[in-house]
């Protein structure tokens, strides 16, 4: 592993289903974060994490979930998918805490149907 | 709620040209900026960062100026090759994870 890998790399989901978006770095970042981007609208924050154990929520957390057990795993959770989910997903680390280079990952294409 | 506006949503320029992309940003106090590149079906990669305190950065054709009195951002490529083409994206930043914000995204294409 080299930098921030994603899985799964596109997903069609039926609405009310419930999805895990997985993320993994090996660079030892201190911070994570999940974004998502939609056309026109730039990338938006959902949650971050300053450090293991310890994450927050971002400019749109309605309907997400994170979880930070360990330093390299920052697993993005949609209990139940909505259409409005439709997007594409990036996470990405940083080694100082909202300071500094963001790596991203490749993203996951989430279709909510 | 801060807002980050970049000049246009497409720029087309001859090769060799130099490239100028604009951030504006209101209600605001970033402590940094940063400008990323993104290609179609890809992550964002980093390119520069500068602080409120810095009113200019170079790294080879590329440089980025910081007006905190403007609220802007200018980011020029100098000697704009086909290559440069590509979305690029402003962020800033108080220092807290939970007041990152990006602009929409300037996409650049170079005409050869």
């Known amino acids: 592993i080299a930098g921030i890998t994603q899985a799964p790399t596109s997903q069609i989901l039926a609405a009310g289903r419930r999805m895990t978006l997985r993320c993994t770095q090996d660079?030892?970042?201190?911070?994570m974060y999940w974004y998502r981007q939609d056309l026109g609208l730039g990338l938006r924050l959902i949650h971050y994490?300053?450090?293991?154990?310890?994450?927050g929520k971002g400019e749109v957390p309605d309907g997400y979930s994170v979880s930070r057990a360990n330093t390299d795993d920052f697993p993005l959770t949609l209990a139940s998918a909505v259409p409005s989910q439709t997007s594409v997903y990036f996470c990405?680390?940083?080694?100082?805490?909202?300071?500094?280079?963001?790596?991203f990952g490749p993203g996951t294409r989430l279709t909510v149907l | 709620s801060q807002k980050i506006e970049q000049n246009s949503e497409a720029l087309n320029i001859q090769e060799g040209k130099t490239a100028t992309l604009t951030c504006n940003y209101t209600?605001?106090?970033?402590?940094?900026l940063q400008w990323y590149r993104q290609d179609p079906g890809r992550g964002p990669v980093f390119l520069l960062l500068?602080?409120?305190?810095?009113k200019e950065k170079r790294k080879e054709r590329l440089k980025v100026t910081f007006d905190t009195t403007l609220k802007q951002s200018l980011f020029h490529i100098t000697a704009s090759q086909p290559a440069d083409s590509a979305t690029y994206l402003c962020?800033?930043?108080?220092?807290?994870?939970?007041?990152?914000?990006f602009g929409s995204g300037t996409q650049l294409t170079v005409l050869p």
């Open positions: 990405a680390s940083s080694e100082g805490q909202g300071i500094g280079e963001q790596f």
């Open positions: 962020e800033i930043s108080s220092g807290s994870a939970r007041q990152l914000t």
């Open positions: 500068i602080r409120e305190n810095e």
């Open positions: 209600n605001y106090s970033p402590a940094y």
């Open positions: 994490s300053n450090t293991a154990g310890t994450t």
């Open positions: 660079m030892r970042h201190n911070a």
